[in-house]
């Protein structure tokens, strides 16, 4: 295998392992956190969605969806402008993981989380727990089904490369 190969493949791997991880965490939100969080008082399941939001933050969950999109990023440059078989399939996974998840991220979800940290715990925030619970969710299916689609765009890459 040539070192170009060699480099390509092994940012590929990354960006295929990031994309599914990230899409294994929203999985984990889309299908049972949310609603957990939704069982709980609004003031309770708002102060815990906080927490989890401002934790996040300072885990190794930032590299990892940053990392990812700064791979899928160079990804896309290399199948745009070096053509091969797998380029196709490169330029899909970054795209998938670009707009589907981290434009996703800033255009909607964030707005949503930090609605919800703005909030002032002693009103009445019901309402505005219930629309949060109900777009929040609906927003992080789509992340989890592109992350998803990433990864398996990236590793088709390695298929029809190798």
């Given at each position: 295998?040539a070192?170009?190969?060699?480099?390509?493949?092994?940012?590929?791997?990354?960006?295929?392992?990031?994309?599914?991880?990230?899409g294994g965490?929203?999985f984990?939100?889309?299908?049972?956190?949310m609603?957990?969080?939704?069982?709980?008082?609004?003031?309770?399941?708002?102060?815990?969605?906080v927490?989890?939001n401002?934790?996040?933050l300072?885990s190794?969950?930032?590299?990892?969806f940053?990392?990812?999109?700064?791979?899928?990023?160079?990804?896309?440059?290399?199948?745009?402008?070096?053509r091969?078989?797998?380029?196709?399939?490169l330029?899909?996974?970054?795209?998938?993981?670009?707009?589907g998840?981290i434009?996703?991220?800033?255009?909607y979800?964030?707005?949503?989380?930090?609605?919800?940290?703005r909030?002032?715990?002693?009103?009445?925030?019901e309402a505005l727990?219930?629309h949060?619970?109900?777009?929040?969710?609906?927003?992080?299916h789509?992340?989890?089904?592109?992350?998803?689609?990433?990864?398996?765009?990236?590793i088709?890459?390695m298929?029809?490369?190798?």
């Open positions: 295998m070192p170009l190969s060699i480099a390509l493949f092994v940012l590929t791997l990354a960006a295929a392992l990031g994309s599914a991880t990230i965490l929203y984990a939100f889309s299908t049972f956190v609603r957990a969080l939704g069982e709980r008082p609004p003031v309770e399941g708002m102060a815990a969605m927490s989890i401002r934790v996040i300072r190794l969950f930032i590299p990892v940053m990392g990812t999109g700064v791979l899928s990023l160079i990804l896309a440059l290399y199948g745009g402008f070096v091969t078989e797998a380029s196709g399939w330029l899909s996974g970054a795209l998938a993981y670009l707009a998840n434009w996703l991220t800033m255009a979800n964030v707005p949503l989380n930090n609605a919800i940290d909030a002032d715990p002693a009103a009445d925030n727990w219930k949060y619970l109900v777009r929040w969710t609906q927003w992080n789509v992340r989890t089904i592109a992350c998803l689609a990433a990864a398996g765009f990236f088709m890459a298929v029809v490369d190798g």
